[in-house]
């Protein structure tokens, strides 16, 4: 009687972390190039009370065995990658990525971090920077006097300075992708880190090697849908209502049996 105790137990414990995985996809549903998470949930070891195949009497084999399951627990949270939509922004800083692929952009300790939010800015040195400041790896600097910039769908960053008519190239874009994009390590601020489980970046010129292409006036959504999210909510709090329900079932039996 008292496994069932933990047993439900382990299952709130799992509707818990399901709905704190829920929670934060609805906190970040206007976040751009945010990614979605689920939680991954596994069944724990059994207490083996009848082996499977035994000999139940001579020349006689047990069909089934009798197995009692201690319960569930939360594994992994996988992220999923698929496109969200593309909004104008008319802002010739905001690029999107309309397919495979990561802007790289360059940390404080020298390291590469990767992301879909492409809502850049220009810093004090005309550098192209993330909302957090940090600049792209292209190293895209555009001169004091640019009137306007524009980017190619291959990624070509070019400006118009004053008395020209011709625009001045400024930078490539290179894109990055990963064999094992839901292996990325979230680091917040839209980025995310190479691991062991991602495997080493592939990266190349937007919309070749597989690549997406690049939007320029364009952001991309996050990828959360609401309804989905609000349906799982709903699932979740059943879940967890039926584990206290067999606990409150299991205290009582316990009551009863100890008045005998």
């Known amino acids: 009687m008292m496994n069932s105790l933990m047993i439900a137990k382990t299952g709130m414990t799992a509707q818990q972390t399901q709905l704190d995985v829920i929670s934060n996809n609805l906190a970040n549903v206007s976040t751009n190039g945010f990614k979605r998470s689920n939680a991954v949930f596994e069944d724990l070891m059994y207490q083996n009370l009848r082996q499977v195949g035994a000999n139940a009497a001579e020349q006689a084999e047990l069909p089934t065995g009798l197995q009692v399951g201690l319960g569930v627990r939360t594994v992994a949270t996988s992220r999923q990658f698929t496109q969200g939509s593309l909004q104008q922004s008319g802002n010739a800083l905001d690029l999107a990525v309309n397919g495979a692929g990561f802007f790289q952009v360059e940390m404080p300790d020298g390291t590469t971090a990767y992301t879909r939010d492409g809502s850049f800015q220009l810093d004090a040195q005309g550098r192209m920077v993330t909302s957090s400041g940090f600049p792209l790896s292209a190293g895209i600097t ?119």
């Open 142 to 260: 555009l001169p004091p006097e640019t009137t306007s910039i524009t980017v190619s769908s291959s990624g070509v960053v070019s400006a118009k300075l004053p008395g020209t008519t011709q625009l001045q190239q400024v930078g490539v874009l290179e894109l990055a992708n990963f064999i094992n994009a839901p292996g990325l390590e979230p680091l917040g601020q839209n980025l995310f880190r190479e691991s062991v489980a991602s495997g080493n970046p592939i990266t190349g010129t937007p919309g070749t090697q597989g690549m997406g292409t690049v939007m320029q006036g364009y952001t991309e959504a996050s990828n959360v849908n609401v309804v989905q999210e609000l349906v799982s909510m709903i699932q979740t709090q059943r879940a967890y209502e039926m584990n206290s329900k067999a606990i409150q079932t299991s205290d009582q039996m316990l009551q009863r049996l100890s008045q005998l």
